[in-house]
Each structure stands twice: as structure tokens, then as C-alpha cells.
């Protein structure tokens, strides 16, 4: 049976799914078998395992700096919010419903047994299981309920780290004031602290850790320093509030790429691949303020595609989108992106409206209908019309069905990675200059996303093939780099003796 250590916070975005993930790959590194769990993940970044489960896009990646495949047992409960109460809510990488805040709290005890059920399983396979809390254990309101936390750490038999963002400011007091509020036998269960984010001279902490110390009994087993070169997948949308924002020049000279920041914006994992290229720069875009004039625009995944699409409505921004599109620009879309460039869509069974059907865009020759069972699988494509047989791995993530019409092509053919139910997915127009897909991790394929890159820059500087990006490559260096970099500043044999003792 395995032996788990738990990282839980002070709050929320305080790094802990980036500490689990580098935990996976220390305890790896040095020969055990090891794999992330997290109970209750609420999240719109999801991956599709491999038997076709969603799970936490952070649990995915988390495994993959374990170096094994991800799992539905790694987050037995997905919450995927598609209003400000309520969320759909996924079991074992199932929809199971819609719920509002009461509703699940009702159903609570039945989710648990999910998870205890997965994690059970899980700590018989592995070596060490590193466990991540979600928010703060701390939250009065919030406790009685809670099954991500200490509930999942008593479950475990967990020794917890809690983990603080000291970039934030008041460092010591969220440390302090977290272990107030805790139960005295919650307490007990925490073997000590992290501090992330630090910048400067960690020597000038010191008389705050004995402090820390002296008030808890529990030690600081690490301060981990700032980083912003280490390439490691974000979360969710907290991380949009600083990424690449606002409008390029055009004497920039790089490469423009602007995504649509919808309000309920999914898997915007999708676009890091381009991101991170030389020559790209990619911003998301709010409002008609920031649109600019991109060499490509996206529109992204969507929890709420009608609700996105009546909010660009309102906002104006779909003038705009429809307006850049009649000057001659170049726009994508994907999963709910790809509906909204469509002529409508149909929700019969009300699954995101109360209307029943919405007006889309209508640059794609397109209409969509909503069903109730979601589509969830790892799938194999090929571009159509390509003529290089490549195949290109993603996975899908829909409720929607979607049909052509006569205006446009299909773009690829996909099938499952087991070979089976092959089909046409996707269209484009025939000038090539609008299309869509249902293909998540598209640009993650290397040739794809040269070639698409290659053609928006024609009549550029050429990108030289020492410059052209392995996203592969980058990953793998990011998980080096980050063990690397956690290692260097953390008691990692102290952390080991907490697990063995």
C-alpha cells in the first residue's frame, strides 16, 4: 500500500499543483513508483485519459511528470462551473449531472465514495501517492463540507504540507492564521510548511520561520524561489489575469495571434504550443479595445457556449469579429469556439439555455445541436486534402454534434486510438480562411502547428529549424527544470523521513 504525502494551501493559486508535479518527478527520479491524486479538482482545463475518462488537465500533467499515464482515479471528481452556482459534475470521468451549490452538497457522501474507491485502488499500484488539497482547509464556511482537504487526508493517512505564496504578502499571518482555524487533530497531521514565489535573500526569513516555528511546532521544509522560465501548464483561469494581454503594433514584427477570453473560456491549455514559439506572440483578448488586427484569430473551448456567444453579442465583439473577418482575416476555432462560427445552435434538451436554440456567427457553414451525453475520447486525425499522411493525436470534449453544409469541407478525419469509429470531424471554408474543429491538443503536434505558423508568415523572415519548437521536448525540459529547481530549495529528505516515519 502506498505511503502519500499531501499538499494542501493557504489559498487558492498558491502553487500547489506545480509542488505536486514536481514531487511526482523528484520521487521518480529517485526510483520510486509515484502518482498525483486529487479528489475534487473544479476546473475548465480537463484532458481525456486514455480509456476515454475526464480528469483535471493539472492531474494529467501531474502523471506525466510521474511518467505514467494519467488516470481517472488521479481526480475521481471534476466540477466543471457552467454559471456562477452551479457546475457539471463528473465522477470517474463520467457526467453524472448539473448541480447547484445545495445539490451537491446533498450528494457529497456519494462522491466520497468515488473517491475513496480511487484512491484505494491507486495506493495499491504505486509506490507514494502525492496528494493536492484544493483552496485553503481554513475556510469556516466551506469546512463541514469539504472532501478535498483534510477529510481526504485523514482517508489517506496523509502527513499534510501547507503550502504558502509569499509573493501575495502577509506570508505569516495566512501560515498562523491557517493553523487557527484548523482542529486540533487536523493540526496534528500537518509536518510543516512550504513558501513559494520568494524573490531576494531567503537568509533574511529567518527570524520569520523560527517564528513560524516557534508558534506551530512545525517546521519550514522549504522556500521555494520565484520562477517565470520554467515552462509548466497552468490551471485555470486565475493565470489569464497576466498572460500576454492587449494589442500588438503592427511594426511589431512578430507573429500576431489574438484568443477570444470568453467568460467561461475552457482548455485554453490548447494555444501554450503556439505561445511558446519564436516569432508568436500570443494575447487573449477581452474586448473590441484589444482586438487589433491579428494575422489569426481563435476562438476558443467554452463550459457555456451560449452564454459566451450572447456575452460577445452584447460586448460588441462579434461586430468586430465579423468585421475582421470581411477585411480578410484568418480565424480558427475550436470545440465551442468551432460552434459559435457556425449559422446556429440547437439545445432541445436545454442543456446550457432556456430558449432552446441561439443565432452563431455564421462564417462556417455549420449548425450544431446539444445532446445529453458528452462525447470523451483520445482520438488519431488526419488533415484532409493534406497529402503528407500525417496522423495527429488529440482528444474531444463535446456535447455538441455538429453537421455541414454545402459551404464547406470537412477539415480532418479522426478516429479512435483504438483504430475504431473513424469519421470526418471539422470544417473550413474553401478560401481556407475560416475553420473549425473539435480536436483539443491540435497545436501540441509539431508539423501542424510549423505549417500553420509557416503559412501566416508568408513573406516573413523564415524560421530556421533550430529555432522550430518541440513542444515534447519543452515539456519534458519543464518537469526537469522544475525537479531541478524545487529540489535546490526544499528538505526533499525530510519530506522522505515524514513518509517513512
Same mark, same amino acid.
Given at each position: 500500500?502506498?505511503?502519500?504525502?499531501?499538499?494542501?494551501?493557504?489559498?487558492?493559486?498558491?502553487?500547489?499543483?506545480?509542488?505536486?508535479?514536481?514531487?511526482?518527478?523528484? *520521487?521518480?527520479?529517485?526510483?520510486?513508483? %509515484?502518482?498525483?491524486?486529487?479528489?475534487?479538482?473544479?476546473?475548465?482545463?480537463?484532458?481525456?485519459?486514455?480509456?476515454?475518462?475526464?480528469?483535471?488537465?493539472?492531474?494529467? +500533467?501531474?502523471?506525466?511528470?510521474?511518467?505514467?499515464?494519467?488516470?481517472?482515479?488521479?481526480?475521481? %471528481?471534476?466540477?466543471?462551473?457552467?454559471?456562477?452556482?452551479?457546475?457539471?459534475?463528473?465522477?470517474?470521468?463520467?457526467?453524472?449531472?448539473?448541480?447547484?451549490?445545495?445539490?451537491?452538497?446533498?450528494?457529497? !457522501?456519494?462522491?466520497?465514495?468515488?473517491?475513496?474507491?480511487?484512491?484505494?485502488?491507486?495506493?495499491?499500484?504505486?509506490?507514494?501517492?502525492?496528494?493536492?488539497?484544493?483552496?485553503?482547509?481554513?475556510?469556516?464556511?466551506?469546512?463541514?463540507?469539504?472532501?478535498?482537504?483534510?477529510?481526504?487526508?485523514?482517508?489517506?493517512?496523509?502527513?499534510?504540507?501547507?503550502?504558502?505564496?509569499?509573493?501575495?504578502?502577509?506570508?505569516?499571518?495566512?501560515?498562523?492564521?491557517?493553523?487557527?482555524?484548523?482542529?486540533?487533530?487536523?493540526?496534528?497531521?500537518?509536518?510543516?510548511?512550504?513558501?513559494?514565489?520568494?524573490?531576494?535573500?531567503?537568509?533574511?526569513?529567518?527570524?520569520?520561520? !523560527?517564528?513560524?516555528?516557534?508558534?506551530?511546532?512545525?517546521?519550514?521544509?522549504? %522556500?521555494?524561489?520565484?520562477?517565470?522560465?520554467?515552462?509548466?501548464?497552468?490551471?485555470?483561469?486565475?493565470?489569464?489575469?497576466?498572460?500576454?494581454?492587449?494589442?500588438?503594433?503592427?511594426?511589431?514584427?512578430?507573429?500576431?495571434?489574438?484568443?477570444?477570453?470568453?467568460?467561461?473560456?475552457?482548455?485554453?491549455?490548447?494555444?501554450?504550443?503556439?505561445?511558446?514559439?519564436?516569432?508568436?506572440?500570443?494575447? +487573449?483578448?477581452?474586448?473590441?479595445?484589444?482586438?487589433?488586427?491579428?494575422?489569426?484569430?481563435?476562438?476558443?473551448?467554452?463550459?457555456?457556449?451560449?452564454?459566451?456567444?450572447?456575452?460577445?453579442?452584447?460586448?460588441?465583439?462579434?461586430?468586430?469579429?465579423?468585421?475582421?473577418?470581411?477585411?480578410?482575416?484568418?480565424?480558427?476555432?475550436?470545440?465551442?469556439?468551432?460552434?459559435?462560427?457556425?449559422?446556429?445552435?440547437? !439545445?432541445?434538451?436545454?442543456?446550457?439555455?432556456?430558449?432552446?436554440?441561439?443565432?452563431?456567427?455564421?462564417?462556417?457553414?455549420?449548425?450544431?445541436?446539444?445532446?445529453?451525453?458528452?462525447?470523451?475520447?483520445? %482520438?488519431?486525425?488526419?488533415?484532409?486534402?493534406?497529402?503528407?499522411?500525417?496522423?495527429?493525436?488529440? +482528444?474531444?470534449?463535446?456535447?455538441?454534434?455538429?453537421?455541414?453544409?454545402?459551404?464547406?469541407?470537412?477539415?480532418?478525419?479522426?478516429?479512435?486510438?483504438?483504430?475504431?469509429?473513424?469519421?470526418?470531424?471539422?470544417?473550413?471554408?474553401?478560401?481556407?480562411?475560416?475553420?473549425?474543429? +473539435?480536436?483539443?491538443?491540435? *497545436?501540441?503536434?509539431?508539423?501542424?502547428?510549423?505549417?500553420?505558423?509557416?503559412?501566416?508568415?508568408?513573406?516573413?523572415?523564415?524560421?530556421?529549424?533550430?529555432?522550430?519548437?518541440?513542444?515534447?521536448?519543452?515539456?519534458?525540459?519543464?518537469?526537469?527544470?522544475?525537479?531541478?529547481?524545487?529540489?535546490?530549495?526544499?528538505?526533499?529528505?525530510?519530506?522522505?523521513?515524514?513518509?517513512?516515519?
Amino acid at each position: 500500500m502506498a505511503k502519500a504525502i499531501m499538499v494542501q494551501g493557504t489559498g487558492s493559486h498558491v502553487g500547489k499543483s506545480v509542488i505536486v508535479a514536481a514531487l511526482c518527478r523528484i *520521487f521518480r527520479r529517485r526510483g520510486y513508483s %509515484v502518482a498525483p491524486f486529487k479528489a475534487q479538482n473544479m476546473a475548465l482545463n480537463s484532458f481525456i485519459t486514455a480509456e476515454g475518462g475526464e480528469i483535471g488537465r493539472a492531474q494529467a +500533467y501531474q502523471a506525466e511528470a510521474a511518467g505514467i499515464p494519467p488516470s481517472v482515479l488521479m481526480n475521481p %471528481v471534476l466540477l466543471k462551473a457552467n454559471s456562477d452556482t452551479g457546475a457539471q459534475v463528473i465522477v470517474k470521468g463520467r457526467v453524472v449531472g448539473n448541480m447547484g451549490v445545495r445539490e451537491y452538497h446533498a450528494y457529497k !457522501d456519494e462522491a466520497f465514495s468515488a473517491v475513496r474507491e480511487s484512491y484505494a485502488e491507486l495506493a495499491r499500484a504505486y509506490d507514494i501517492i502525492v496528494i493536492e488539497g484544493a483552496g485553503s482547509p481554513a475556510e469556516i464556511n466551506l469546512k463541514e463540507n469539504d472532501i478535498v482537504n483534510m477529510k481526504t487526508a485523514m482517508m489517506a493517512g496523509a502527513k499534510v504540507l501547507i503550502a504558502a505564496d509569499i509573493d501575495k504578502g502577509g506570508v505569516f499571518a495566512s501560515i498562523i492564521g491557517t493553523m487557527e482555524i484548523l482542529d486540533p487533530d487536523e493540526r496534528e497531521m500537518v509536518a510543516g510548511f512550504l513558501i513559494n514565489k520568494f524573490r531576494g535573500d531567503a537568509s533574511l526569513l529567518e527570524s520569520g520561520l !523560527d517564528f513560524v516555528r516557534t508558534r506551530t511546532g512545525k517546521p519550514v521544509l522549504g %522556500v521555494i524561489p520565484y520562477f517565470r522560465d520554467i515552462h509548466i501548464e497552468e490551471e485555470d483561469g486565475v493565470a489569464l489575469g497576466d498572460a500576454h494581454g492587449g494589442a500588438i503594433s503592427a511594426d511589431d514584427g512578430a507573429l500576431d495571434i489574438a484568443v477570444v477570453r470568453l467568460g467561461h473560456i475552457s482548455n485554453f491549455t490548447d494555444f501554450d504550443p503556439l505561445a511558446r514559439e519564436s516569432g508568436v506572440r500570443l494575447r +487573449y483578448v477581452r474586448g473590441v479595445e484589444d482586438f487589433g488586427c491579428p494575422d489569426m484569430l481563435i476562438m476558443p473551448g467554452s463550459k457555456n457556449t451560449v452564454s459566451d456567444l450572447m456575452e460577445l453579442r452584447a460586448s460588441g465583439m462579434e461586430d468586430a469579429i465579423r468585421s475582421y473577418h470581411t477585411s480578410g482575416g484568418k480565424v480558427a476555432g475550436i470545440c465551442g469556439g468551432y460552434q459559435m462560427l457556425g449559422r446556429a445552435v440547437h !439545445d432541445p434538451h436545454m442543456v446550457e439555455t432556456a430558449s432552446g436554440a441561439c443565432d452563431g456567427m455564421g462564417l462556417l457553414d455549420v449548425e450544431t445541436t446539444l445532446h445529453k451525453d458528452k462525447v470523451t475520447r483520445q %482520438v488519431s486525425a488526419c488533415l484532409k486534402g493534406d497529402g503528407t499522411g500525417e496522423m495527429l493525436t488529440g +482528444y474531444e470534449i463535446h456535447m455538441g454534434r455538429t453537421t455541414l453544409g454545402g459551404g464547406v469541407a470537412p477539415m480532418f478525419f479522426v478516429s479512435g486510438t483504438d483504430g475504431a469509429d473513424g469519421h470526418d470531424d471539422g470544417a473550413r471554408t474553401a478560401d481556407g480562411r475560416v475553420w473549425g474543429t +473539435y480536436i483539443h491538443g491540435l *497545436f501540441e503536434n509539431d508539423g501542424f502547428r510549423h505549417a500553420l505558423i509557416d503559412r501566416l508568415s508568408a513573406g516573413r523572415r523564415p524560421v530556421s529549424a533550430a529555432e522550430r519548437l518541440s513542444y515534447a521536448r519543452l515539456k519534458e525540459d519543464g518537469f526537469e527544470r522544475l525537479a531541478d529547481h524545487v529540489e535546490k530549495s526544499v528538505d526533499i529528505a525530510g519530506i522522505l523521513d515524514i513518509l517513512n516515519a
